[in-house]
């Protein structure tokens, strides 16, 4: 399966022939992987976006074909309602129906989240790759950057020498666990609820609980057509073509406005080994949370 790297490293082009289609869940990613960094048979050059669409095509043909017409005329520029007559069903359904719908299907598949989230007036910037329980990723904010690992019960962070000084309020500490793994656990009272953002799992149940759920009009975030369905201090988008992945969140209330999240890439994130070698938590001195 795709390497965890190797999907950060696909070019624009494949990255976004991967996240267009619907049906992509289906597919191997290896396949969408190697389209992009074969070469062409009279070029030493990656291929062009043309040459990776051949190329993807071919590997449909031995995918599940279930949805491909929608996915391809998506694609191309052609509405879903001209591929195949007929809309997804979620947007006749009522709101509350829609996002219980959109949260079962999106907490069972890994997922990669991105962006950012206003706390209080200050910003945090959030990359999370994620599954049921686990999570990897990094986080930003007050000067503060931080790579996580989170693998219940052990939650693992590793930060550069001025993150851990200012984390630690010690210079020392900055300078002795700098650009080292650092490990507790989920229960520590310092890191638990950082540990609870990197379960984008959890993170999905929790959504739509503030207020009524109201369903407005088919739109478009992030250039897909989504279902908004908003609540007292936020919108969550649902995907309105294809399977109803949540495609988005978008703050409202007074004490998150500006936050956005993008949820993409559904079923493709894994899970990789911890650091070995971890250092406990506990030689650190008066470790405090972001």
């Not at 009279?42 to 590997?59: E, L």
């Not at 992030?222 to 908003?230: A, C, G, S, T």
Request: glycine share 10%; hydrophobic share 40%.
């Amino acid at each position: 399966m795709l390497q965890r790297h190797r999907l950060r490293h696909l070019d624009h082009a494949t990255r976004e022939v991967a996240e267009r289609l619907d049906s992509f869940e289906q597919l191997e990613p290896r396949g969408i992987y190697e389209c992009a960094h074969a070469t062409e048979p009279t070029y030493s050059r990656k291929r062009s976006r043309a040459g990776i669409m051949a190329c993807v095509a071919g590997t449909m043909q031995r995918a599940i074909l279930s949805g491909l017409v929608v996915a391809v005329a998506s694609l191309l520029g052609v509405s879903a309602r001209a591929a195949d007559g007929a809309q997804s069903p979620e947007a006749a359904k009522d709101a509350a129906t829609i996002l219980a719908d959109a949260k079962a299907l999106s907490s069972s598949r890994s997922v990669v989240v991105t962006g950012h989230v206003v706390s209080q007036g200050k910003l945090i910037e959030l990359s999370i790759e994620s599954g049921r329980g686990w999570g990897d990723g990094s986080i930003s904010t007050d000067g503060v950057t931080l790579a996580v690992m989170v693998r219940p019960p052990a939650f693992y962070f590793l930060g550069d020498p001025a993150s851990i000084a200012k984390l630690t309020q010690s210079i020392a500490a900055g300078q002795l666990f700098g650009g080292k793994w650092l490990r507790t656990t989920t229960s520590d009272a310092r890191f638990a609820r950082l540990a609870e953002v990197f379960d984008a799992a959890a993170l999905i149940q929790r959504l739509g609980r503030s207020g009524t759920l109201t369903e407005g009009v088919v739109t478009t975030f992030n250039e897909k057509k989504v279902i908004p369905l908003r609540a007292s201090d936020e919108t969550i988008y649902v995907a309105a073509a294809g399977k109803p992945y949540i495609l988005g969140l978008v703050g409202t209330g007074p004490n998150n406005d500006g936050s956005q999240l993008i949820f993409s890439l559904y079923g493709v994130a894994r899970v990789t080994r911890p650091p070995r070698g971890a250092i406990s938590v506990s030689r650190l001195p008066q470790a405090t949370t972001t």
